[in-house]
């Protein structure tokens, strides 16, 4: 057995840990803005782990930490503490050709497909541009030929190889910036609201083309939304981010059919349903007040000031993410099934 083989996770293992994931901005004021005055929350407490093979859905309102959460874990923003487990090694004290390893097993697929793709460049140059950072992949003479096979799995025509994004739909650009995070092979696959850009119709092509490759590749997904029912549709465990910090987590069926957690009830009842005979079995929960600053949250539980379970104890004392009930994690004291999606 080769020391890569030897070394690799097996089905259903943990391929990433992350524990207790801290990112804070400072706010600077002054002409030099020198003076720090405070810090943005934006990440602040984090700690969940991917499995092999497996979609992890994070969801949350806009401004929760979900796409800080996926830049500090691309590396593209340091963290402020916390570690992240690779395989079992800190990628955040990975250095040179370490790194340069991990970058080709992690890759990211952006929000907008208009303006994650460069317009002076051909859909080719675009999808081939890893191949140029990291060589070792595929040999010059070799690139073109990878490229077109890469179109060709996410569904586009390999003849279009010297098109320019603009001359693609939404839709299209979306499959060649998956096709470009293919292109290094990766192991796990950072999706940063990649349908919330795309009509209704397209989304479904774009949610059935990344379980495929999921399926074909063994792709491990972080899968970033704060469309429900889209997280739903592709997740085999799903986080409940607010405010910086993940509120409940489990699987599937446990947070859509048995959340315990007043604000995963309250997101779950603002789902829109298709079927007008179900439309009012269901009790919409309405949320009085705005999303507090993370420069300045509250103290104890952050929900408490927009939750109508809060008490005295939400104020004194911050919730842990335990098991209470339901079988699985929640950060809340007064956690309580409760049934909301018909």
Same mark, same amino acid.
């Given at each position: 057995?080769?020391? /890569? ?13 992350? /524990? ?29 782990? *991917? ?33 992240? *487990? #690779? ?37 080719? &140059? ?5 191949? &140029? ?29 010297? /098109? ?15 096709? $470009? ?10 999706? =940063?609201?990649?349908?919330?850009? *795309? &009509? ?20 491990? #997904?972080?899968?970033?939304?704060? =469309? ?57 929960? $309405? ?8 420069? &300045?949250?509250?103290?104890?539980? $952050? ?8 008490? =005295? ?7 842990? *993410? ?21």
């Amino acid at each position: 057995m080769s020391e /890569r083989a030897a070394t690799e996770p097996a089905p259903g293992e943990a391929i990433l840990e992350v /524990r207790d994931l801290v990112k804070h901005f400072p706010v600077r004021v002054g002409v030099l803005f020198k003076h720090v005055i405070g810090q943005v929350r934006a990440v602040d407490g984090v700690s969940f782990e *991917l499995r092999r093979g497996e979609t992890l859905g994070v969801v949350g309102e806009s401004g929760c930490g979900k796409s800080t959460l996926a830049q500090v874990l691309m590396r593209l923003e340091p963290p402020t503490s916390g570690t992240a *487990l #690779y395989k079992g090694r800190d990628m955040f004290a990975m250095r040179g050709a370490e790194l340069r390893k991990l970058r080709r097993s992690i890759q990211i697929v952006l929000q907008d497909p208009y303006t994650s793709l460069n317009p002076r460049m051909t859909v080719g &140059d675009i999808v081939g541009e890893p191949f &140029d950072i990291h060589p070792e992949v595929a040999p010059k003479g070799e690139r073109r030929a990878k490229v077109r096979e890469l179109l060709d799995v996410v569904g586009l025509n390999p003849e279009h190889i010297n /098109r320019y994004p603009h001359q693609f739909s939404g839709g299209q650009r979306q499959r060649i910036g998956i096709a $470009r995070a293919l292109a290094l092979r990766p192991e796990i696959i950072i999706c =940063d609201e990649p349908v919330s850009a *795309l &009509d209704v119709s397209i989304q479904a092509q774009v949610m059935n083309l990344l379980g495929d490759l999921q399926s074909e590749f063994g792709l491990s #997904y972080v899968f970033i939304a704060h =469309d429900l029912s889209v997280v739903r549709h592709l997740s085999d465990r799903v986080a409940v981010m607010y405010l910086g910090k993940i509120v409940e987590i489990g699987t599937e069926d446990e947070i859509y059919s048995h959340p315990t957690h007043p604000y995963t009830q309250a997101l779950l009842s603002a789902v829109p349903v298709a079927d007008p005979t179900v439309r009012g079995q269901r009790q919409v929960i $309405r949320l009085e007040g705005d999303v507090p600053s993370p420069v &300045d949250p509250p103290s104890g539980c $952050r929900f408490r000031t927009r939750c109508w379970k809060a008490q =005295d104890v939400c104020a004194e004392e911050v919730p842990e *993410l335990v098991t209470r009930v339901a079988g699985h994690p929640s950060a809340c004291h007064f956690a309580e099934e409760r049934s909301v999606v018909p």
